[in-house]
């Protein structure tokens, strides 16, 4: 039921209209069941540029779609559990969770990683898989890094080379990509680079949010690891390029969270993952 009011013209017309209708003479508004009216239609992108698309996101940097599984078309493909073939590493309390498509409040398919500290220090807990390649290898992976108000949590990607158990994170931490080298999951050993959120989006700041999901992407050419990261998928900051083999050979690439200390719950969420 919807209300249509003629507010200008002329007596004749108002009364063919209230005749067609059959409304009273007396009625100065003209009211009848069964009317809509419809919403004006979305302007969809044209499928050239819905295939042009990166990772599924929409020209305003939003999260567009997400499938299950397969992949193409521009859609999000979210990794499971089960993929992480090598594992846990210092699991702890941490758990993980394959959430599907619309299984939370209708939201997008997902894997979740959730911690609470439970111990002071340092406390890198990761899901890891082998390196596609032994050489040269692409990760990339859409993320969501649920950090709490205060406290000095990270998360993101990460690499380990197993034999030693040394690690390479490349975490946001507070409001700046990092990357910190760990002899272990519980040893920190030295920083190796960063980019603030307010360099790369100098529009952003603290009274205006940035993006809550970003695009984390590793590359090794076969020479040097490239770690860069992209609000929408399509905008590119470099935060650091090293040798293959500084600081350790990695054999492993993964997801990590890492509450430090801090009592708040560290909450990752992975939307898409590549890898080639």
Known sequence: MADIEITSADPATIAGIRAALGAPDAARTLRFPDAEVAPPSPVLPSAATRASKLLGFTSGGALEATTGGGGGGGQFVAPLVSSFTGGWVNQGTATATDIAAGGLLGGLAQLRMFKIAAAAGEQVTALVKPLSGASAWSYTAVLSCRLPATGNHCMGLLLRESSSGKLILYPMRNEAFQVMKFNSPTSWSAMGGAAEMSDILPGF??????????????????????FSVSPDGQLWTQVHSAVKADFMV?????????????????????FHWEES
């Open 205 to 226: 700041g603290r009274t205006n949010p940035p993006p809550s999901v970003w695009v984390f992407r590793l590359v090794c050419n076969g020479t040097n690891i490239v």
């Open 250 to 270: 990695p054999n492993q690439v993964g997801l990590f969270i890492d509450p430090i200390t801090n009592p708040g719950r560290s909450d990752l969420r992975c």
